[in-house]
């Protein structure tokens, strides 16, 4: 077969979860096949053994439509319904069981998952302080409030359009951390200076920036041929509110070519908030 | 060694992106081993030899304090910051390899990774798309407005505390969906009927309830002893509401025991919005 074909073939994503883990990974595992071009297809809750099959049988359909075997990527735990799935015309590629055998070696101990035993209640404890910072970060939004803004984890600032929102959204969603944020508006920019409810959370304060040209290109997907998406401003304010945070000594971040994950994480190690009280997000999942 | 000692061991998720992938298949697995107690680390954004031989120095040393040697759970894509790190005293799980070697033999293809080119570089058209879905469900939360609800991909509605803002959070962050949300009121309860804004958007409608003592609880950590947390209260607006969606034929979610994540991913499927225009998050990462 020429390498210089676009060939198509199809990816399962398949757990008895959300899907989630099989998704990240068997995307990036895929992407690393340019030549192949993949149909994908998530197969959730598969919990049962009549989801079991019926998983079984689009999988084999697909074969016969494709013309060639799909790849299913599973994170199935329960070993009864991946044997049904493993009986499909497909490579199976098992995320979560290739890793007990080692991890039941090493640890000289063996599994729930060969014990039969399963786990699943949700931490209620857990589950409440992730809401809690979600609620947090949604009452603390674009600088709605400056009360309570003491719990705050942290407090990110930024111009418009660099990525505060989504961020904090994503750092109370997936690490239950309380996540402020705070608009840098043209006003301060002018005298240059924080906003003064800020001075008292100096530490807590960490800066989004990012490059003139894609906050221009962001801008004017808001509010085109504006002088708020014109080149000129988003330079001017890029580099005045640079200028401020150094000489503040508050720790930036540039978003350019940064997904929200990466950004989140990165905050998350340059603020040190990777603390197992926070950690925590609620019930495990795959 | 006894099963029932409370050993302690611990566990890295390594990467040299986010981390998150080994993050969530490593938690899960460990949670497979109940009688032992794991410290857990992430060292996140391994993506230099320096850091590598940081990393490599970390497990060391905790190989060292731990008296037994730690798990790694890793990510890691490019061979030789594996070779470094392979060479820690640790269990090495290779979350990202392992399925390289069956992928290339099955796809009859070599992988980007095997022939030393590498991807990273963003999607910004996908990454605009989950920002504009992250925008429209900061701007739909709570019925703050009825403007542009045609755009909506989905609208949930529910009494309140029965998780919708983070579960539409969720569906935007996650998987780029416009997803809105409106409260269910009393005044709306009592005659019963749909807020009136909502009657042209019936078939994007799905409800979520909960069981009325975890309301309670929920309702409790907000406002502790008040009327609206009361059990009397919390009963008869599920019982109201449910009664409301049935008669409707609203597809309702119990919510009850699910985390954000397998409530979102659940809608994603009952209403079929896994379409690959929606899918993308941008940049793939591990």
Redesign the interface.
Known sequence: ?A?EDERQ?TAFFLSD?????AE??G??????????RFA???L??INTAERALEAQRKINETAVVDGE?P?V?S?LVKPELRAIVMQSNA?Y?D??A???D??EQ????????SLG?F?G??D?AA??S???A??FT?SH?DGSTTKHLEQADIIIIGISRT?K??TC??LS??YGIRAANFPITEDDLEHPRLPRSLAPYRDKLLALSTDARRLQ??RQ?RYANSRYASFEQCDYEVRQAEALYRRLGIPMLHTT??????I???I??MASL?T?RR?G??????
Chains 1, 2 share one sequence.
């Not at 995307?27 to 192949?36: H, K, M, P, T, Y």
């Not at 997000?281 to 795959?286: D, E, P, Q, R, W």
């Open positions: 077969m390498e073939r979860g959300t899907a989630i883990t990240t990974l995307r990036s595992l895929i992407a690393q096949f340019e030549n192949i994908q297809q998530s959730r809750f075997r790849v990527f994170t490579l590629l995320i979560f290739t890793f007990i080692p991890l090493e640890l000289v101990s063996r599994s729930s998952l035993r786990h209640l949700i209620t589950y409440s992730r809401i809690e979600v609620d949604m939004d990525g929102t989504p959204l994503y969603l997936q290109q962001i997907e070519l940064k997904s929200i994950e990466e989140a994480a990165t998350v190690d990777d197992p950690r997000g609620g019930k495990v999942h795959v």
